[in-house]
Structures are given as structure tokens and as C-alpha cells.
Nanobody, 120 residues
Framework: VQLVESGGGSVQPGGSLRLSCSTS????????MSWFRQAPGKERQGVAC????????YYADSVQGRSTISRDNAKNTVYLHMNSLKPEDTGGYCC??????????????WGQGIQVTVSS
């Protein structure tokens, strides 16, 4: 099982980024996909989740209205598009797979993570 994030980097406040998580080794279409982030000195928190069928999406209050999670089941890839980025969005972002959307992931299906830094 592999989950590999890409698209992170440094961006100015107010900017946008699209994170991608490419996966392999499991049946992507059977799993809900989530994004988590961990800010320096803080616990990891769930940011967004999309069900396997794309029927439902869930967002943390901190990113609601500024972020969109999507997935391409043909490409086994999940995306997180973030707009109006704030310094408090800075952190390590990782994707995870589970059989349903939950901020408590029951599987071991995690990516290594990628850094996002929002700073002027």
C-alpha cells in the first residue's frame, strides 16, 4: 500500500494550493479518503474527507468554505484544493484511507506527508 502526497510548498497568505495524493496497493474505490494536517507543536487534525462514492464530503470548521476535497477514482488519486490560505494553515499535510469518513483512521493507510507553509 502506498499513498504519496505532492503539491505542497510555500505560499503567501491569500494564495492557493492543490495537494494530490496518489495511491496504489488497495482498492481505492472502496475507501473514503481524508486529509489531515499537523501544525508545529499541535496534534494532528482532520481537515477534509470524501466518501468512496463522492456522495459526501466533510470539512473541519477551520477550512470550511476555503477548501475542496475531490477524488478521481480512475486515477486512484484524491485532491485537496485550498484557497485563501492563512498562516495558521501551515503544517504537514497527509492523506489517509479508511472504509468510512472519520477523523479517527482505523487502517494503517497513511501517506508520509508533505509540508505547506503559508507566510509572507
Amino acid at each position: 500500500v502506498q499513498l504519496v502526497e505532492s503539491g505542497g510548498g510555500s505560499v503567501q497568505p491569500g494564495g492557493s494550493l492543490r495537494l494530490s495524493c496518489s495511491t496504489s496497493g488497495f482498492i481505492f474505490g472502496d475507501y473514503a479518503m481524508s486529509w489531515f494536517r499537523q501544525a508545529p507543536g499541535k496534534e494532528r487534525q482532520g481537515v477534509a474527507c470524501i466518501t468512496n462514492s463522492k456522495a459526501f464530503t466533510y470539512y473541519a470548521d477551520s477550512v470550511q468554505g476555503r477548501s475542496t476535497i475531490s477524488r478521481d477514482n480512475a486515477k486512484n488519486t484524491v485532491y485537496l484544493h485550498m484557497n485563501s490560505l492563512k498562516p495558521e494553515d501551515t503544517g504537514g499535510y497527509c492523506c489517509a484511507a479508511d472504509l468510512s469518513c472519520s477523523w479517527v483512521i482505523q487502517t494503517d493507510y497513511w501517506g508520509q506527508g508533505i509540508q505547506v507553509t503559508v507566510s509572507s
